[in-house]
C-alpha cells in the first residue's frame, strides 16, 4: 500500500513579498492566535500585505497582519489589526534582532500556513529589490516560460 502524504494547506500566502524582496533565508515560527483568530485563519479570511514582523523588547511579533474578525463571534471576538505574537527560540530572536538592524533586510512573512494541526508562518529576512531587479526577474520568468512552451 502506498504512503499517502498528508496535505498540509497554505491560509495566506504573501505572494507581493517575492517580486519586492529578495528573500535571503527563511525560518519557520509558531504564532499565539485565540479562539476566533483560529476559525478565521482557517477559513482564509487573513491577509499579510503590508505585514511584516519585529523584534522588540526580545520577543518577535507580527505587524500589520490583518485577520477578519469571525463571523459568528461574539462580544469576546477578536481585534483583526492587532499585534500577534511569533513563537522562536531565544537564540534565533537574537539573530534575528543582528539580521534586521543589518543595513536593508527586513522581516517579511512569507506564507501562513497548517503543519501538524499547528498554524505555522514562514519569515523572510529580505533585501528589498530596486526597480531594475524586478524588471529582471520578470523577463527571466519570461523566458522560462517561452522555453517550457516550445519544448
Keep these: 500500500m502506498a504512503d499517502k502524504k498528508k496535505f498540509d494547506p497554505v491560509f495566506a500566502e504573501n505572494r507581493k ?6 528573500v535571503l533565508e527563511t525560518l519557520e515560527c509558531g504564532i499565539v492566535l485565540t479562539g476566533t ?3 478565521s485563519v482557517r477559513h482564509g479570511e487573513m491577509s499579510l500585505s503590508g505585514a511584516y514582523a519585529a523584534v522588540l523588547k526580545g520577543e518577535l511579533w507580527l505587524v500589520g497582519c490583518d485577520i477578519a474578525a469571525y463571523r459568528f463571534g461574539n462580544r469576546f471576538n477578536h ?4 499585534m500577534r505574537k511569533l513563537l522562536v527560540h531565544a537564540k534565533e530572536i537574537r539573530e534575528l534582532r543582528m539580521k534586521s538592524e543589518a543595513k536593508g533586510l527586513t522581516l517579511i512573512p512569507l506564507k501562513v500556513y497548517l503543519k501538524g494541526g499547528r498554524i505555522k508562518v514562514a519569515v523572510g529576512v529580505c533585501r528589498g529589490k530596486a526597480v531594475h531587479d524586478k524588471r529582471e526577474t520578470l523577463k527571466t520568468k519570461a523566458l522560462r516560460r517561452d522555453l517550457e512552451r516550445g519544448a
Design 37 to 39: 483568530e483560529v476559525k
Design 17 to 22: 513579498a517575492r517580486h519586492d524582496y529578495t
Design 79 to 82: 481585534e483583526p489589526k492587532s
